[in-house]
């Protein structure tokens, strides 16, 4: 058995499949990444890695915030429905303003605000319940996810929202800066007076989009990991109990988490309102709350708390994203990523069970 | 001299590097009480979850009336008669007394000719009678235990452990949680069980308890055995040196 | 020192509080009812009635199987994706015996027999993931989701099936029994070659749908009741270890309860074919979470060792009674969610507060 006279191989072989399976989701994530390039013709291009970066902005911040929730040894069901109710009242705002003849700025930037400021109000009323109410964070979060979703229901009867600011969409689709190759360079405008084959060349260079998204995860990877606020995350995790009897104020911090994550979802509903230029809503997204917390549990989180990374969530989205995209790409039908998804999520808690524990929350 | 009723030689067991129970030899005879000592951590309630099943040992064996035993879960240790009175008592809170009393074992009747149902009459009977033998007040016999005092609790317990006519009754600090004159009825259970011929093994930190009722000390210290006594041949002091690890000395007495 | 007795000291007025506290559901059901009946038209009808126990079956039977996973402690989120997999194969079934040749008397219940028998293999996967590769529950049944809802999508390549024997249709909509006021009592059959006049005053009564889930549903009633497997069920969920040392076979019962979780839900994809003469791989994934809800406003706790069958009956009739009423009176659907929302947090908040609800039986 372990421990009992190895060889020098031995020891080092069981040292690399330790590091291994302490990080096994980033090497799946580049095995992915390598299969689907040499499988597929049009997968290792620069516009489908954008894409996929695109595509993961939503359920990224959504995932963002449920790592906290989760790391906690909470969940929060409602995420899907709260981006969905604060994109729906975000819209109708921008949409009645600008109908009402403001300047879009105005309309924009207020429909912007109240929808962030509309995010706050679920993830209040679901940390009460929890801390206050000690009500299971399953439950209060489920019932959460069908309050948001009644009353985003009501706000727009099922249909999607048009007529917002046009600049809106603008915003939402534009890019860093573009580059017309060998022509043209310029930061946040599309370049003016360019022909026909000027705009087949021009390539978009890093999605305003993805940079809030990045800029908003590194800044609350960094909160996570090197705040007090953070540790205390992990140690009410760990224990609530011992985080009591330290002094920390558990129900207040946990209020605060469940804010911060309905504010993840509702900064993802404001930019779909920027990006789709409508407000739209659906009634069947159950899929997005589950595949954020799929997400956040490949990426090494564990159900019961206290173990979680911004970064490893990340890789986790990546991994589901990239699984998506290389389907579609080699023409698999969709529902496979169903069962693929299914089969990952299992694989990375069975791997999680049988990797012993040794590391500890470095800073 | 009449065989041992369980043995264990060499018993090891480890959790990943720390070895809990290090090459342990104990006997237990029918008809004597035996004290297991030792500090914290000296092993004690590893062992017993050995010889209950409960874990799987990774070294030495275990006889039971002489005959090899492999035990691969508890049901396999409570067949074989021996039962064991955990310390966080192992009870199942939202159940009832006699519910817990009678867990794993319930008693069914048929039901239709065939169909096995709960006997909640027999076990309700049954639980009154071997709790009125501890003389100890259970408000209802119907509400889940987790609305009973700790020392109900334990109570609850003990009469499980006694209720099913045990060839071997290990019993880990079964006073813990009681009063002065609870703490009796048990110790007076204990001398009426071992007059039955019937061998219990004690873990107990009260030296007061160990001393009247025991005829032998088996004392533990990281794992190993450091020393046995017979009971009346030693003294409280020489038993706490032995446990601390002041007394260095081991006179070897084994019952003859 | 022995706590003292509350039974014997209540006044009688505590005692009505009491089991008022304890049996709010069901005053909650019956607060509906009266509501609905109230506000709406021909709401407590006979035929009105019984299309609320028909509404309510797949909440039911999807709650069944969760009761009996919740009261271990765990959660099945698959239910949803094994209806759909459970009503797709018996479908799909259907489809080839009754190609095969076989006549629908034998078809039928055929191909019923064989969903059920494959719809426990989703279930068998759960239990051995969460029993012996102690994975979460609710990771484990998560990712049985995805993997029950693609096979689904693949078998019936992603269109609801068709072709089904017609009387799978009967079967699945038709009542027990049919009285003609004064003219004729008939079992099953809907009598065919009476007058319009008559055919206004017939009554229907009990839909077979009905009969067979309440059916089943009284049998695993019983078995959670009244036998040693139900009392070791509620033990594992009160503490694992504790039945583990008693020497209940953790194990297996664990994987069993999975599998009734699963045999539930393909049951109810069976009901659901009958229903619809179709089977499709989405037929269960708007009911998934209801289900959890109908178990815990009927008492039981996420933490595990509380439920009863009678809470999830209530619990589904309840969400049934709401929808009905709900269409009866012409408010829009989505509210639905808002109200059941809102009852799911009150049931639990209730049973937070008044622990000593649930602590006794007398």
Excluded at chain 1, 252 to 261: E, P
Excluded at chain 2, 77 to 84: D, F, H, P, V, W
Excluded at chain 2, 175 to 189: C, F, I, N, S, Y
């Amino acid at each position: 058995m372990f421990g009992q006279g190895l060889t020098q191989q031995n020891k080092t072989a069981q040292r690399v499949l330790l590091y291994i399976g302490e990080r096994w989701s980033a090497f799946f994530l580049l095995l992915m990444l390598v299969v689907f390039s040499l499988g597929a013709p049009n997968f290792f291009a620069f516009k489908n890695f954008t894409n996929i970066l695109y595509f993961s902005t939503t359920y990224a911040l959504l995932a963002a915030g449920e790592t906290f929730v989760i790391i906690t040894g909470g969940i929060d069901l409602s995420v899907g429905f709260v981006m969905g109710f604060v994109n729906v009242s975000s819209a109708i705002i921008m949409r009645n303003l600008h109908a009402a003849g403001h300047p879009e700025a105005v309309s924009m930037l207020i429909g912007a605000a109240v929808g962030l400021a509309l995010g706050v109000i679920p993830g209040l009323i679901n940390g009460l319940l929890v801390a206050r109410l000690r009500v299971p964070p399953f439950i209060a979060t489920l019932g959460m996810y069908g309050i948001a979703n009644g009353v985003a229901l009501n706000l727009c009867e099922g249909f999607p929202i048009y007529f917002l600011p046009p600049r809106a969409r603008e915003i939402g689709n534009g890019f860093l800066a573009y580059l017309v190759p060998g022509k043209g360079f310029s930061f946040f405008h599309r370049p003016q007076n360019l022909d026909a084959g000027d705009l087949r060349a021009l390539t978009g260079i890093l999605p305003t989009t993805v940079i809030v998204t990045v800029v908003i995860l590194i800044i609350f990877a960094f909160i996570l990991g090197r705040t007090k606020f953070g540790r205390h995350t992990y140690a009410i995790g760990g224990s609530m109990d011992a985080a009591i009897r330290a002094g920390i104020n558990v129900p207040g911090h946990l209020v605060r988490i469940y804010i911060i994550s309905s504010m993840f979802a509702a900064v993802a509903g404001v930019l779909y309102v920027f990006r789709a230029g409508i407000g739209n809503f659906t009634t069947m997204s159950s899929s997005y709350e589950l595949f954020a917390i799929a997400s956040v549990v490949i990426g090494g989180a564990s159900l019961m708390g206290g173990k979680g990374t911004i970064g490893g969530t990340v890789i986790g989205i990546l991994i589901l994203m990239t699984l998506q995209t290389g389907l579609n790409i080699t023409g698999i039908p969709s529902f496979y990523r169903y069962i693929a998804t299914g089969l990952i999520l299992i694989t990375a808690v069975v791997i999680d069970q049988l990797t012993p524990e040794r590391r500890t929350i470095s800073a | 001299m009449e065989n041992p009723m369980l043995e264990v030689r060499s018993l090891t067991k480890r959790f990943g590097g720390l070895v809990a129970v290090d090459q342990m030899d104990m006997q237990v005879y029918p008809g004597e009480v035996v004290g297991l000592l030792g500090d914290n951590g000296a092993g004690k309630s590893t062992l017993i979850k050995m010889v209950s099943g409960v874990y799987h040992p990774d070294g030495g064996q275990i006889f039971f009336q002489g005959k090899e035993v492999k035990m691969v879960s508890p049901m396999d240790a409570l067949e074989l008669g021996i039962e064991t009175l955990y310390q966080d008592l192992a009870l199942a809170e939202n159940l009832d007394a006699y519910s817990n009393i009678f867990l794993g074992r319930e008693k069914t009747k048929p039901f239709l000719g065939f169909i096995k149902v709960l006997d909640h009459e027999f076990m309700q009977e049954e639980s009154k009678k071997v709790l009125n033998r501890l003389e100890i007040e259970i408000p209802s016999l119907h509400n889940q235990i987790k609305t009973l005092s700790g020392g109900q609790r334990q109570a609850v317990a003990i009469g499980r452990s006694i209720y099913w006519n045990a060839k071997l009754l290990i019993m880990d600090e079964p006073t813990a949680a009681l009063g002065v004159h609870e703490q009796r009825k048990v110790l007076d259970l204990v001398r009426l069980l071992r007059s039955q011929n019937i061998p219990i093994i004690v873990i107990s930190h009260q030296l007061y308890d160990i001393f009247s009722v025991t005829d032998r000390l088996v004392i533990m210290r990281r794992g190993k055995k450091v020393a046995e006594r017979i009971t009346k041949d030693t003294t409280p002091e020489e038993v706490v040196g032995l446990i601390t690890g002041s007394e260095e000395v081991e006179r070897n007495n084994r019952p003859g | 020192m022995p706590d003292a007795p509350l039974g014997g000291n209540v006044k009688n007025s505590g005692r009505i509080g009491l089991w008022l506290g304890r049996n709010w559901v069901l005053l909650f059901l019956l607060l509906e009812v009266v509501a609905f009946s109230a506000l709406g038209t021909r709401f407590l009808t006979l035929e009105n009635i019984q299309n609320i126990f028909v509404a309510c079956t797949v909440v039911l039977l999807l709650g069944m199987g969760e009761t009996f996973v919740i009261i271990t402690g765990g959660i099945d989120l698959s239910v949803g994706f094994v209806m759909g997999f459970g009503a797709v194969i018996c479908a799909k079934f259907m489809v080839i015996l009754q190609a095969a040749g076989l006549p629908q008397g034998a078809s039928i219940p055929l191909a019923a027999l064989i969903c059920l028998l494959i719809g426990l293999i989703p279930g068998w996967v759960n239990g051995t993931l969460v029993a012996r590769l102690k994975v979460p529950p609710f990771l484990a049944t998560f990712g049985m989701y995805g993997i029950a809802y693609g096979f689904s999508e693949i078998i019936s390549k992603n269109t609801p099936i068709s072709g089904l024997p017609h009387a799978a249709g009967v079967i699945g909509n038709e009542y027990l029994l049919y009285i003609v006021p004064q003219k004729m009592v008939s079992f099953l059959v809907r009598p065919q070659n009476i007058t319009r006049l008559e055919m206004r005053s017939m009554l229907a009564i009990i839909p077979i749908i009905v009969v067979i889930a309440f059916i089943f549903v009284g049998v695993f009633s019983f078995l959670l009741r009244r036998t040693r497997f139900g009392r070791h069920t509620y033990a594992i969920g009160g503490s694992m270890d504790s039945a583990l040392r008693a020497g209940v076979n953790v194990t297996a019962h664990l994987t069993i309860i999975y599998m009734i979780s699963s045999f539930f839900a393909s049951l109810s994809g069976v009901l659901y074919v009958l229903k619809y003469v179709t089977g499709r791989a989405d037929a269960g994934s708007a009911r998934m979470l209801d289900a959890v809800v109908a178990v815990v406003i009927g008492g039981a706790s996420l933490y595990g060792g509380t439920g009863t069958v009678k809470g999830t009956i209530i619990g589904a009739l309840i969400i049934a009674t709401l929808e009905t009423g709900m269409v009866n009176l012409s408010i829009p659907y989505h509210n639905r969610y808002i109200v059941i929302g809102g009852i799911l947090v009150f049931a639990v908040v209730i049973d937070q507060f008044f622990p000593e609800l649930i602590g006794r039986r007398d």
